[in-house]
């Protein structure tokens, strides 16, 4: 899992189709979009301290019937 995309990050959303958490990420002056697919929970744990507080204070979108799965990430 990459490090330091906190100054990139847009929003993150869980994805029911594929079961996967992504987080959105813009980068650069010419606004070149991308995403970060995480499949399961524990990707997250080797995540610089300012990634896990953007991830903290940005909650992840999520349909409500998906409420258990989402919590996960």
Not at 26 to 45: F, N, P, Q, T
Request: charged share 35%; proline share 0%; hydrophobic share 40%.
């Amino acid at each position: 899992m990459e490090q330091d995309f906190y100054k990139s990050f847009k929003w993150r959303y869980y994805d029911e189709k594929t079961v996967e958490a992504v987080i959105v990420l813009c980068e650069g002056k010419k606004k070149v979009w991308r995403s970060i697919r995480v499949y399961d929970s524990m990707w997250l744990v080797n995540l610089s301290e300012k990634d896990v507080d953007i991830l903290y204070w940005n909650q992840i979108l999520f349909d409500a019937r998906d409420i258990s799965q989402d919590l996960r990430f």
